[in-house]
């Protein structure tokens, strides 16, 4: 890759300004939806395979330090946003010098992030378990499975910036195969080492940073052969000020968003850790599942983000707002399909990873049904925020997620918890409430915006 001789017609961009802008976002969205859906699954395996083999205290280890390694990746994802949005913007101008410049600037940056990010977090897993309260029967795993995933950090990084780099160049399907080969790993480890070879939480950890690890070397292997080969000079990886401020200007808002709503998670597991371990298992299933009815939105947020920043470097600013009706559409009506037929089940889903332990069955059902309406709700705010970041205004993005942690979720969260101590249910409407304010911020943020002509060919 670098130091090659520049091939920037090799890179194989995919343009998304042309034809309907439904099948573009149906395109681009379905294999990044399937990429999602895989990795949340083998997210899922873990759980589940702990939970057939372990009891309440491994369940609540892995629950708690996945959800503190899915609030990294998040943040990972987040920086990585800035990079798709800076390549789908090049490729909608068709300016080649460009693409290989942010390509290179982005491999730079990342290498760096993921070296210090591992040994912080390495030095820091005591600090981290203690600050989630996590319940005193499962510390020792947690904290073994969260030394073992913190030095796998440098595999997290290159998966998701890697992947960003395909879906900025319009490309959302290779990603999806790196993550099934992961996937397939990821499961025949998590049985073989948690199962025959009763590692616990630690055997779940290495299962998930060693297919991980495969994944990488896979989609560098795929980067520099065939279509998608990517070339870059020596030039192209030196650090420029400009590129790298793009870059940041959306990664960094997105990614404090999303780090700051992940802490907001992370305080509400904290208030259900304090409520006891059957409490705290249950919150973290529910976590899990809501994650994978998270994926449509998330979907959503990304496609239209990639495919309205393509359309606004080629000037097409009408495309960009079809693409986000559409998005706002599908989401909604997945979400509220969604939580209608969780009213009904929500219970047996629990199940699935509680081992028959009825008490953790029954608070999870009570949260699950009402925290499954954020689905609906955060569906409209996601697909705004990926708006705006295709205008460069991801910082719009930060200010109503921010003010919706600060005013309702984490008020909500620990006021429920105050006043209904014997159950879930109310505790679970903090998140769609909070994800209501956000969508009314948006929407304010949007008619304010395109009445100065913010979103228009004059501004972008």
């Known amino acids: 890759m ?85 390549l789908s913007h090049a490729v909608g101008a068709e300016k080649q010098d460009r693409i290989a410049e942010v390509l290179g600037n982005t491999l730079i940056m990342s290498a760096i992030f993921a070296a210090v990010l591992t040994g912080v977090l390495v030095l820091s897993v005591n600090p981290v378990v203690a600050a989630v309260s996590t319940p005193v029967e499962a510390v020792s795993q ?40 992961a996937g397939v790993i990821n499961i025949i480890l998590d049985y073989v080492l948690v199962g025959p070879r009763d590692m616990g939480a630690q055997g779940a950890a290495i299962a998930t940073v060693t297919s991980q690890a495969c994944s990488v070397i896979l989609a560098l292997f795929v980067m520099g052969k065939g279509k998608n080969r990517i070339k870059l000079s ?80 080629a000037g097409k600013h009408d495309n960009g707002r079809l693409v986000l009706k559409y998005g706002i559409g599908i989401s909604v009506v997945f979400g509220m399909t969604a939580a209608l037929i969780c009213q009904f089940c929500s219970g047996s889903l629990v199940g699935l990873f509680a081992k028959e332990n009825e008490e953790v069955i029954r608070l999870g059902a009570q949260y699950f049904r009402s925290y499954v309406f954020d689905c609906a709700a955060a569906g409209i705010h996601f697909c705004f925020s990926g708006y705006f970041c295709a205008y460069n205004r991801a910082v719009l993005s930060f200010i109503h997620n921010v003010l919706s942690v600060l005013l309702v979720r984490i008020p909500g969260a620990y006021l429920a918890s105050v006043y209904f101590p014997d159950t879930l249910y109310p505790m679970g409407w903090a998140p769609p409430a909070g994800s209501l304010l956000s969508a009314l ?6 008619v304010t915006l395109r009445r100065r002509k913010a979103f228009g060919e004059n501004k972008a």
């Open 142 to 181: 947690t904290k073994e499975y969260l030394l073992v995933c913190f030095l796998g950090v440098p595999f997290i990084v290159a998966y998701n910036v890697i992947s960003s780099i395909f879906r900025g160049l319009g490309d959302s399907k290779t990603p999806m195969y790196f993550v099934a080969v």
């Open 234 to 313: 020596l030039r192209d990886c030196r650090l420029k000020k400009d590129t790298m401020g793009v870059i940041l200007r959306v990664g960094l808002p997105i990614a404090c968003q999303d780090g700051f709503i992940q802490i907001s998670f992370l305080v509400i597991t904290a208030i259900a850790n304090g409520r006891g371990v059957e409490v705290a298992a249950a919150v973290g299933i529910v976590e899990k599942m809501i994650c994978f009815l998270f994926l449509v939105p998330s979907a959503m947020l990304s496609s239209v983000s990639a495919i309205a920043a393509q359309n606004a470097g």
């Open 2 to 86: 670098c130091g090659m001789p520049s091939g920037k017609k090799s890179m194989g961009e995919i343009h998304l300004t042309r034809g309907s802008m439904w099948k573009n976002l149906f395109g681009f969205s379905l294999p990044f939806l399937l990429s999602s859906f895989l990795q949340t699954f083998y997210g899922l395996a873990d759980l589940f395979i702990v939970g057939q083999f372990n009891g309440a205290d491994t369940i609540t280890a892995v629950s708690v330090g996945s959800q503190i390694m899915h609030m990294l990746t998040v943040v990972i994802v987040g920086l990585a946003m800035g990079t798709m949005v800076s």
């Open 441 to 446: 911020i948006c929407i304010l943020f949007y």
